[in-house]
T-cell receptor
């Protein structure tokens, strides 16, 4: 089946610290991989994506690399800001899947000044 | 730039009452879906649609109905509300394809007492 496992939170970091949120997946074939972010009181929005092995998605200083050999898509940022405080969701769509985004449980990040 | 519009934003129901959560998108997306978000469980797919007139069940469909009479609208009906349906509900839409971005509404916080 298809599933996503991501690092449990919450995560609390000081401003300018390095961030890693781990994500591993199980899927048939080669899924597309996503990170979505949810700011307080809002819906989810796409942060970055990668569609094939060794692709690196990046946006707003965040990066994640599609690692087929370890079935992982870890999210990283070199220097977090208070404005990065949010809940981060790793997700996948299986190849040929009509509509189904499979989400991890989400990781809440709080960045303190 | 309305994107995905959900109404209402908040709702309190008594056990056994019925209601409809509205979702509309103005991006001409083929795919629409409903998720519920519960603490520690991420987002779980309730129902989805790949086009007008076509709907299918997701991971947690029991107690919910949907219809898709137009491309724009995808209402979610709770037939007889139960406390277990207390959750935050999100509607999302995507263009057809494996790796297209999902756009989410702002959510409906539903409490069933």
């Amino acid at each position: 089946g298809n599933s996503v496992t991501q690092m449990e939170g919450p995560v609390t970091l000081s401003e300018e610290a390095f961030l890693t949120i781990n994500c591993t997946y199980t899927a048939t074939g080669y899924p597309s991989l996503f990170w979505y972010v949810q700011y307080p009181g809002e819906g989810l929005q796409l942060l970055l994506k990668a569609t094939k092995a060794d692709d690196k998605g990046s946006n707003k200083g965040f990066e994640a690399t599609y690692r087929k050999e370890t079935t992982s898509f870890h999210l990283e940022k070199g220097s977090v800001q208070v404005s990065d405080s949010a809940v981060y969701f790793c997700a996948l769509t299986p190849p040929g899947g009509a509509n189904n985004l499979f989400f991890g449980t989400g990781t809440r990040l709080t960045v303190i000044p | 730039n309305a994107g995905v519009t959900q109404t209402p934003k908040f709702q309190v129901l008594k056990t056994g009452q019925s209601m409809t959560l509205q979702c509309a998108q103005d991006m001409n997306h083929e795919y629409m879906s409903w998720y519920r978000q519960d603490p520690g469980m991420g987002l779980r797919l309730i129902h989805y649609s790949v086009g007008a007139g076509i709907t299918d069940q997701g991971e947690v469909p029991n107690g919910y109905n949907v219809s898709r009479s137009t491309t724009e609208d995808f209402p979610l009906r709770l037939l007889s509300a139960a406390p277990s349906q207390t959750s935050v509900y999100f509607c999302a839409s995507r263009a057809a394809g494996d790796n297209t971005e999902a756009f989410f509404g702002q959510g409906t916080r539903l409490t069933v007492v």
